[in-house]
Nanobody
Framework: QLQLVESGGGLVQPGGSLRLSCVVS????????IGWFRQAPGKEREGVSC????????RYADSVKGRFTVSKDNAKNTVYLQMNNLKPEDTGVYYCGAPCSHPDYWGQGTQVTVSS
């Protein structure tokens, strides 16, 4: 059984930054490809980024490329999502999930609101 707990969301002005954390318990981070997803009000959940077991391969949605960076610290069982130059359209609930291709496990989500 895998458990994921997100944190780090909040209210930020356009152009600001946030760093989300996803603490993973159960099987280690070297077993699963972890993904970040988000769901805006009235919209379907969408993929944002994935990071491979080793951490050497990453993928990003076109809408966040160049602004978001995913990373992991296996010693802390944590996956991070650094979000820079945030835009109002980045607003939503952010989830981590595993495996990234088709998650069976989800965290509870953390709210990100980008507004002036």
């Amino acid at each position: 059984q895998l458990q994921l707990v997100e944190s780090g969301g909040g209210l930020v002005q356009p152009g600001g930054s946030l760093r989300l954390s996803c603490v993973v318990s159960g099987l280690g981070l070297d077993y699963y490809v972890i993904g970040w997803f988000r769901q805006a009000p009235g919209k379907e959940r969408e993929g944002v980024s994935c990071i491979s077991n080793s951490g050497s391969n990453t993928r990003y949605a076109d809408s966040v490329k160049g602004r978001f960076t995913v990373s992991k610290d296996n010693a802390k069982n944590t996956v991070y999502l650094q979000m820079n130059n945030l835009k109002p359209e980045d607003t939503g609930v952010y989830y981590c999930g595993a495996p990234c291709s088709h998650p069976d496990y989800w965290g509870q989500g953390t709210q990100v609101t980008v507004s002036s």
